[in-house]
């Protein structure tokens, strides 16, 4: 649902106060915290700092007149609940579309070509030469079949593979998320680019686990809560399948934590979207978003959050 911001002028909180906005429109970055109630009362649209987590999002309820809240990343369930009715919340869908799509083909490789062991090994000088899996002659699933799901195809495409693709709604091409227990024993490949809510929660729970063929790699570029990641810790512990981490449950995961020694696992601290290709898509999507504000021109990327069910 879009709402219409009717003003003249429009105060807009964002991180980058330099962009090529109209001129009707007032950027200010000063830290939130440091503003006064009545400083805050005037800004209408915020852009939550990229990165900022939980801490940038729970100023929302603090803005009272905010009518739009523009996020700078793809997921937006964190947002839910800062959610207040007159506000539009909006996305970032297509920003970090080719970022995270060249994060999950560099976690597949890595994990499948032997990355992890030779970086270990070179620290300790062993020549440690064995024959590695490859993803050519794979069958790969991708589980989120959207815009990222597609770019992911794009750059898999020169690859000798075959590949299934799993989305919410079967159409063609593209297998309901229901099929995908009666494929999980023949991918080699699985990589989860869904997003998380209340369907989706540990998805990836025991049972899908176990229903993975031998040899199996798990490749999550999504949301840690769509892995039951106790279930995965235990499956690893079996060396049966492996795993390639940019998100976890709990993030960020806690030093002591059992994923960090498995040998069979590789983590990245959830860097899939923040690559330096960020910035300048993330700034053209923010003053793309004034423009259409100030031209009364519908938005792109608006969420409908009233009808999503929270994970």
């Known amino acids: 649902m879009f709402t219409e911001i009717k003003s003249q002028s429009l105060t807009v909180w964002c991180q980058w106060d330099d962009l090529e906005i109209p001129q009707n429109i007032q950027l200010v970055n000063s830290p939130l915290a440091s503003m006064s109630a009545s400083q805050r009362d005037e800004i209408q649209v915020y852009v939550p700092q990229y990165m900022g987590g939980r801490q940038a999002l729970a100023h929302i309820p603090e803005l009272k007149n905010v009518s739009l809240v523009q996020l700078l990343m793809a997921g937006y369930e964190d947002a839910l609940e800062f959610m207040r009715e007159g506000i539009t919340l909006c996305n970032a869908t297509g920003v970090h579309n080719d970022s995270t799509a060249e994060l999950a083909v560099a976690l597949t ?5 032997g990355i992890p062991d030779f970086v270990r090994n070179q620290e300790t ?13 794979k069958t790969v699933g991708i589980v989120g079949y959207g815009s990222i799901g597609k770019s992911l195809e794009h750059l898999l495409s020169n690859f000798p593979i ?25 991918l080699d490949v699985i990589i989860l680019l869904i997003p998380l809510n209340s369907d989706t929660e540990k998805l990836i729970d025991a049972t899908r686990l176990k229903l993975m ?46 994923l960090w020694n498995l040998r069979n696992c590789l983590i990245s601290p959830h860097v899939g979207g923040d690559s330096g290709a960020f910035k300048k898509r993330g700034r053209r999507l923010v003053e793309e978003q004034l423009q259409r504000l100030s031209n009364g021109v519908n938005l792109v990327n608006v969420i409908n959050w009233k009808e999503i069910q929270r994970p």
Request: positive net charge; glycine residues 8%.
């Open 109 to 113: 490789l890595s994990s499948l070509r």
């Open 162 to 186: 075959k590949i299934h693709r799993f989305a919410r709604t079967a159409r063609e091409g593209v297998h309901a998320l229901q099929e995908l227990n009666s494929y999980l024993p023949q």
């Open 213 to 258: 063929k031998n040899g199996a790699l798990l490749v999550n570029v999504a949301r840690g809560g769509i892995v039951d990641t106790t279930a995965l810790v235990n499956e690893l512990a079996t060396g049966r399948i492996s795993a390639a981490l940019d998100v976890t449950d709990p993030e960020p995961l806690p030093a002591d934590h059992p």
């Open 125 to 137: 000088g062993i020549w440690g030469h064995q024959r590695y899996r490859s993803l050519s002659e």
